[in-house]
């Protein structure tokens, strides 16, 4: 057995090994040493040989194999890969050494059972390639079916193939070519996104055989897949398939469709982007609680939730795709009754992409096909529901709705509403279904009355009143007379046993009862298993018709869950267009709104993207909300191109190509990078990769070095940003260099803004209200009072402060002004004054704030 073992084990070296021994799964050698430690069982072991002069011992564990569920489960989170090797035959008519194969390889990528799965995320198997030509990307989750596949090119191939990886967060990796030594890729995968990474041979990355998988799988050739002129593209798809194929011991029936799309079909989203909008996962607590997911999500199903997952990941880029979401949810939103009824009926769907999986893939039990079952009960009121619709994406879903009648019927009439969660406990198959199970079961429950029956008619017959059937372990049944009757026992008795006072026989109809009877129940619970198998193939059959039904039902779901938030938070709908402008009115952050408790979110405009208005300078003191600003509008744009209503009172979005994020500030302790290292390197990778159609949200650039420094590379960023020839995008720049301000009479595109603040009797009041016009002051030290800074300390500060702007302010009496009247841009307080005007807001303020105010400028002047 051992030199079996060693044989399955030397295969595959890199997996732990569950090896099958009757009821147990056992794991020997370094696996047991391994296995022991990660999940705390007991080490045991056994002798080497029955040689009692050998002393050699083998270690070992097991796990009970009815539970091993739970064992893989934790050693898959771990990072491990688990082959389970199973017994391919019946050890009761296996002659001399059970048979033993591996079954199934589980990895990160390869997880299909629903206890090591999040229901409502994707769990993507990656595979990376890159030649020559560029770099091909395939993503899998066999948990689904989904199976898509890019190519990236040029200059920057690896950094738009890190963002794609980015994008789906791929639980385990396949590197090849190139790919394999990437830095780039080597980076993101380690660092960024932490998942498993293997390194594929020169053999499976081989073309014509990566190709030759595709056909097969797919039933076409990759040019008529998408995929002329795409190689890399198709090598990645190809080899992936075989990865897959191999960890599962199967040809993978349920992926029938590939995807192939080119990068610039959606929004483009860095990683960094992700991060710092927050749209899965906060960046503090990395919980979805407080993400842009947590106020979206209202779906009712899990294809459903993995659907909105894809859909924020990889906003659109075509004003017509996005206006057919916009026009469903709409509709959806006008008609409550429909919506509420459809998300009722939703709330009942099961997840059938999960489960067809499982059933093809042969790790189903029979509560998978009634989960189906009840899930696909459903559908006609659904579809009833959608047809009398009107939106053309509505209609259409209405038309790819499949209702499943015939899939539901057979396990309806198949298999019990509450079946055992085993398969080898019976049970499971409807009584009615199959005339012979129906006849064993009858034989189980009865068998009594047989018997009694039998001893009846056997007095009847022989005449023996005192003739009894009985039982035990060494003959089974058989007949017992009297001795004082024996003269009556017919030929067709055979004696068996003499007793003292009497005889024992059988016959051959008591025999055959016996062996009915006491096998009855195997036999029950294997006919139970072929009946399952047989439905379950039956169901298999119709993978391709569940699938697109699911995929119906999740964008239907999406859909619902937009309307439903936008209802319950008052969203509007907005016009999506090429124009490259970007118009809100009364625009709110979506995540802000709902996390403040007692208090009013204060909405602001936007306008931006126009020849006056292309880059925005917004000042004002820090938790007066600038973050919070731009980031609202990123995050409303995104929800727009996702097809979703946003959080405003009116919103027209030209579209967006890319969005890109520069904000806050880490060291990257990691790989020896410093704060201001880190913040540059973002920055040069948004002004490389930007085009006039992004919109770039710049906060505090230059702050990590010395103040001149700063200020000089925060304008040249924005005379960069700003200058069409260059690059001219949408830019919102959040600065504390209040010199800044001055490029808006410098420079065409260039306009300030700033968060209006009240100050009343020492105190600081902030109103979030953007405003025209650059702020007087950062007011640090009442942010630092804010903050609760000891007074003493507060009180030091505001007498430093003074004595800096004193010394600052020396050099613009001593030094003549020049002659055009421009005031040097480093003369930290020459033009206090003409800010501090600047920054008045009329509007807020009150006839004695007004007469005060006057008289602050005139002690200044």
């Known amino acids: 057995m051992m030199q079996q073992y060693r044989e399955v084990k030397a295969r595959n070296p890199d ?30 072991s056994r002798d080497h040989s029955k040689d009692k002069d050998q002393d050699e011992k083998i270690p070992m564990c097991g796990v009970p194999f009815h539970s091993s569920e739970s064992y893989v489960a934790r050693l898959v989170a771990k990072g491990y890969k688990v082959a389970i090797c199973e017994q391919m035959e019946d050890p009761a008519l296996a002659k001399g050494l059970v048979k033993r194969d591996i079954i199934r390889i589980v990895t990160p990528g390869t997880v299909t059972e629903s206890s090591m799965l999040e229901e409502s995320k994707n769990n993507y198997y990656a595979c990376v390639y890159a030649d020559a030509a560029g770099f091909g990307l395939a993503f899998c989750d066999i948990s689904t079916g989904a199976f898509s596949a890019t190519m990236t090119t040029g200059e920057d191939a690896a950094e738009a193939a890190a963002n794609e990886l980015g994008s789906f967060s791929p639980a385990e990796v396949l590197l090849g070519g190139a790919a394999a030594e990437d830095p780039v890729i080597k980076e993101v995968l380690q660092e960024r996104l932490g998942c498993c990474v293997n390194r594929g041979d020169e053999q499976q990355f081989d073309c014509d055989l990566c190709q030759a998988a595709l056909t097969e799988q797919l039933g076409r050739r990759p040019d008529e897949l998408g995929l002329a ?20 011991k199967n040809d993978l029936p349920h992926i029938r469709e590939l995807e192939y799309y080119l990068p610039g079909k959606f929004m483009g989203l860095d990683l960094t982007a992700r991060r710092n909008l927050e749209l899965e996962q906060t960046m503090r607590s990395k919980e979805k609680r407080g993400s842009l997911l947590w106020v979206m999500d209202k779906t009712k199903t899990a294809m459903g939730g993995r659907l909105l997952r894809a859909w924020m990941e990889r906003p659109l880029l075509s004003p017509a795709q996005i206006t057919r979401r916009l026009a469903a949810t709409e509709e959806l939103v006008k008609k409550t009754v429909d919506r509420e009824e459809l998300i009722l009926a939703l709330a009942n769907v099961s997840d059938f992409e999960r489960v067809m999986a499982r059933l093809v893939t042969g790790t189903a039990n029979c509560r998978d096909l009634v989960s189906l079952c009840q899930g696909a009960g459903c559908l006609p009121a659904i579809k009833e529901r959608l047809a009398g619709m009107q939106a053309p994406l509505l209609v259409s879903l209405c038309e790819q709705l499949d209702t499943l009648d015939d899939v539901r019927e057979l396990i309806a009439r198949a298999i019990v509403d509450d079946p055992p969660f085993s398969l080898r406990e019976g049970g499971f198959i409807r009584e009615g279904f199959d005339p012979e199970i129906d006849r064993l079961r009858g034989i189980q429950t009865n068998g009594k009355d047989m018997l009694s029956s039998i001893e009846a008619a056997e007095k009847e017959k022989t005449g023996i009143r005192n003739l009894r059937v009985g039982y035990n372990r060494v003959f089974g049944y058989y007949i017992e007379v009297a001795k004082g009757q024996i003269d009556l026992v017919p030929d067709t008795y055979i004696r068996k046993q003499t007793l003292a006072n009497g005889e024992r026989y059988i016959t051959q109809e008591l025999k055959e009862l016996e062996n009915t009877i006491l096998t009855a129940k195997d036999r029950v619970v294997a006919m139970e298993y072929e009946q399952f198998q047989k439905v379950r193939g039956q169901v298999t059959e119709q993978a391709a018709r569940v699938q697109s039904a699911a995929r119906a039902i999740a964008a239907l779901d999406v859909l619902c869950s937009y309307a439903a938030v936008a209802v319950h938070n008052h969203y509007c709908r907005p016009e999506v267009d090429l124009s490259g402008e970007i118009s809100i009115t009364e625009g709110r952050h979506p995540v802000v709104e709902q996390v403040l408790k007692g208090s009013l979110f204060v909405p602001n405009d936007t306008r931006i993207g126009s020849d006056d208005c292309r880059v925005a300078i917004i000042t004002g003191p820090n938790m007066a909300g600038k973050s919070t600003y731009m980031r609202q509008v990123a995050l409303i744009v995104l929800m727009a191109q996702m097809g ?16 890109f994020t520069r904000i806050g500030a880490s060291d990257d302790l990691a790989s020896g990078q410093s704060t201001f290292m880190v913040e540059m390197t973002e920055v040069a990778d948004i002004l490389k990769n930007a085009t006039p159609r992004s919109l770039l949200i710049l906060d505090e650039i230059g702050r990590g070095t010395s103040t001149f420094d700063g200020m000089a590379i925060a304008r040249a960023v924005l005379e960069y940003a700003a200058d069409r020839k260059k690059l001219g995008a949408k830019t919102l720049f959040a600065t504390h260099y209040h010199e800044l301000t001055e490029l808006e009479h410098e420079l065409s595109g260039v306009r300030n803004y700033n968060i209006a603040v009240k ?40 007498e430093i402060l003074k004595q800096l702007e004193s010394e600052n302010a020396a050099p613009a009496y001593r030094e003549a002004a020049p002659d055009d009247d421009q005031i040097s841009l480093l003369d930290v307080s020459a033009n206090e004054l003409r800010r501090a005007l600047e920054a008045v807001t009329v509007e807020t303020l009150t006839p004695i704030e007004a007469l005060n105010y006057l008289y602050k400028l005139k002690q200044m002047l």
């Open 759 to 798: 100050k009343r009797q020492g105190d600081m009041i902030f109103l979030r209200k953007i405003v025209p016009g650059a702020a007087d002051d950062s007011y640090g030290v009442e942010v630092a009072k804010l903050a609760g800074l000891p007074d003493r300390v507060i009180s030091r500060a505001r």
């Open 644 to 659: 979703s209503f946003v959080p405003a009172r009116s919103a027209r979005i030209g579209i967006v190509d890319r969005l």
């Open 229 to 248: 002129g795409a190689a890399p593209a198709a090598i990645a798809a190809g080899a992936l398939l075989q990865q897959l194929r191999e960890s599962q």
């Open 15 to 44: 997996c732990i090994l569950f090896f099958r021994l009757g009821d147990f799964y056992e794991m020997f050698e370094q696996d047991a040493v391994l296995v022991s430690k990660e999940l705390d069982l007991t080490l045991t």
